[in-house]
């Protein structure tokens, strides 16, 4: 279970990567401005230190992972089965947890659509920093993988 649960999320987490980086290195190919450039490195290692090392790395990826091991011991069927949704603290948590999963679910959504009006070529650069903080995200991910399944 706590595989699938690890799993689960890096599937999700690399579906978004493959998604949002095709579209920043498309953009880049198109190709950019000095300025364009510009926002691309900052915004890029911006989103890379903030929410990739800072906020995935740091804080997300290791209450995954808590909640990874404790899915072990869940007794219903349905949420073993949910296994990634209970790793992020959409069912299952305590009643904070839950609001901080489903507040956090919420504003990526909220974000996401912000980002699709975003004219060309800032959408592609908005979309590769992401993906870059989720690529940073995936391999921690990765990493504390085996601490999870022993």
């Not at 579209?23 to 989103?47: H, N, P, Y």
């Not at 899915?71 to 949420?79: A, K, M, S």
């Not at 921690?140 to 601490?147: K, V």
């Amino acid at each position: 279970m706590s595989a699938w649960t690890l799993i689960g999320v890096a599937a999700l987490f690399a579906t978004a990567i493959y998604r949002l980086g095709g579209r920043g290195i498309a953009t880049i190919q198109a190709g950019l401005e000095w300025g364009e450039w510009v926002v691309l490195v900052l915004l890029t290692v911006a989103f890379v230190y903030g929410e990739g090392f800072r906020a995935l790395d740091r804080r997300w990826v290791p209450r995954l992972v808590e909640r990874a091991l404790l899915v072990r011991h869940e007794p219903r069927l349905l949420v073993r089965v949910l296994a990634p949704l209970y790793g992020m603290s959409l069912i299952g948590a305590g009643k904070n947890d839950l609001i901080r999963g489903w507040l956090l679910t919420t504003g990526i959504v909220g974000a996401v659509l912000i980002v699709r009006t975003l004219p060309d070529p800032w959408r592609g650069i908005v979309d590769f920093g992401v993906g870059a903080a989720l690529a940073w995200g995936l391999v921690a991910i990765l990493r504390r993988f085996p601490e999870a399944v022993r």
